[in-house]
């Protein structure tokens, strides 16, 4: 499905989805409902995490596996090479083709004692990310796809050096990659102006985390070195009991962030859902995004007149 954008200048975007797999019924439940709801927006492709340390393995497994069989959806499963040899790794891969998975996000993961530690690759382990990528493509033709840190991964000494991490992922046969959450769309389009001059050319797809719990991102930015602006703090301000208000405002904010990376020319998203549709849901239509009836509609109208975007 095609779907363009008055803004986009009538180019079509594409949208994904990232969920995490549910830790109970209930979770369960929202995470369908969710797919249930956010599937009519026709993704490229939904993806699904895989818990620091491997520790969702099963999970990760199952949900992607309920994808293939209750949707249509394309699934990408994460896949990292934290405390698992390159057997156990390649394993759950085979496991993946079988079930008809044909497309992984491909991670080297945190390090097994936790964020902040150094990084000890697991003796039979796959070292990098990169060589994760070398043995996926060894096993199966899956399409794969990586991150990238627009502020630099943490552990990255520079700039220099995390692109030489990107490009050796690419150099291995990864074909997408997907931008850590940033909230200020200027570091964005720095990180991506490096990529380009690296010689790296594959689609580095912005990743929208949408705020619409602020202390919880700001948690997550202070612990991921992400830049959080301050007038972003201050959009929420004063609203920590009024959670109404705060969702609106969270609908505006990740509108004026998508609103301005499409006006810069960008026509690819990967949203964090967090495994709520409603947020993500809005800002697709306003993206012009639409279940493909509807989106007929809605673009057809937002089509006429100059004939050109405004
Ligand atoms: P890479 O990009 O491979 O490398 C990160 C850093 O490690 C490098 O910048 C460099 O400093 C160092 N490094 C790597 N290789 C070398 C080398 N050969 N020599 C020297 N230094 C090196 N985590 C999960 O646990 N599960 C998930 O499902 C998950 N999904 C994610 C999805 C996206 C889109 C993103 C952006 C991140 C995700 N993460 C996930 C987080 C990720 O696992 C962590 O950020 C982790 O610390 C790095 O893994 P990576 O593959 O991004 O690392």
């Not at 043995?135 to 502020?151: K, Q």
Request: hydrophobic share 40%; net charge neutral.
């Amino acid at each position: 499905v095609e779907r363009r954008s008055r803004r986009s200048g009538g180019r079509p975007i594409a949208v994904s989805f990232e969920f995490f797999p549910p830790k109970t019924p209930e979770m369960e439940a929202t995470l369908w409902n969710s797919i249930t709801r956010l599937a009519p927006l026709a993704p490229k492709f939904v993806s699904v995490t895989y818990g620091a340390g491997g520790s969702t393995r099963e999970r990760t497994h199952a949900t992607v596996e309920r994808i293939v069989k209750e949707t249509r959806l394309a699934p990408a499963a994460h896949l990292t090479c934290v405390a698992a040899s390159k057997g156990e790794v390649d394993e759950v891969v085979r496991g993946y083709w079988d079930a008809g998975v044909r497309h992984i996000v491909a991670l080297r993961g945190d390090p097994p004692g936790g964020v902040g530690q150094a990084y000890v690759p697991h003796a039979e382990g796959y070292k990098t990310s990169a060589d994760l990528v070398t043995g996926l493509r060894r096993i199966a033709n899956f399409e794969v796809s990586v991150s990238a840190y627009p502020e630099k991964h943490p552990e990255s000494p520079s700039f220099d050096a995390d692109l030489d991490i990107l490009a050796a992922k690419v150099d291995a046969g990864a074909t997408r990659a997907i931008t850590q959450c940033f909230f200020d769309n200027d570091l964005y389009f720095r990180y991506l102006d490096k990529v380009r001059a690296r010689g790296i050319e594959v689609p580095v797809v912005p990743g929208i985390l949408p705020v619409s719990n602020f202390k919880q991102a700001r948690n997550f930015s202070e612990k991921t070195g992400t830049y959080m602006p301050s007038w972003l703090a201050g959009r929420f301000e004063g609203l920590d009991d009024d959670p109404e208000t705060r969702k609106l405002i969270a609908a505006a904010v990740a509108a004026e962030q998508v609103f301005d990376l499409v006006d810069r020319g960008v026509t690819e998203f990967h949203f964090y859902t967090l495994n709520r549709a409603d947020l993500v849901y809005a800002i697709c239509h306003l993206l012009g995004v639409r279940p493909p009836q509807a989106g007929a509609e809605g673009q057809g109208k937002e089509g006429h007149g100059k004939g050109q975007a405004a």
